[in-house]
């Protein structure tokens, strides 16, 4: 299959570390803001009634996945970087988007889960 990319072309070793020196710069960043917003979620919390213990449960698992897919798509900009070619950056990026995909489904049932425990849970409204 041919390329459009001219044969012996690589992407210089100082735009890679420049873009991997950004990618980690955004995440640190990334994970300050999850840090503050989670400390924020733990100071509203409220007493222990079932709507709230949903509540604060549905809300960790938000910050949980967030952070989740937050690292995945920082991994894949930092795989992406690294990628000595466009085959390879296309292969990332396919791997990339089948695990995202497969962790999406587990992320969506893990919640279906959850609102159904809550909706069975006594003194919730049906």
């Not at 041919?2 to 570390?17: F, K, L, S, V």
């Not at 640190?28 to 840090?35: E, L, R, S």
């Not at 489904?105 to 809550?118: C, P, R």
């Amino acid at each position: 299959m041919a390329t459009n990319q001219p044969p012996g072309y690589e992407i210089p070793t100082e735009m890679r570390d420049f873009a991997e020196k950004s990618v980690e710069q955004a995440r640190k960043a990334v994970d300050g803001f999850i840090n503050a917003a989670q400390k924020t979620a733990d100071t509203f919390e409220g007493s222990a009634t079932t709507v709230q213990t949903s509540a604060r449960d549905a809300a960790r698992k938000t910050f949980t996945y967030a952070e989740q897919n937050l690292h995945a798509a920082f991994d894949l900009a930092q795989r992406m970087v690294r990628a000595k070619d466009m085959q390879e950056a296309m292969q990332i990026q396919a791997e990339f988007a089948r695990t995202q995909f497969e962790a999406m489904q587990a992320q969506m049932k893990e919640f279906g889960s959850l609102a159904q425990s809550a909706m069975k849970q006594p003194g919730s409204k049906k």
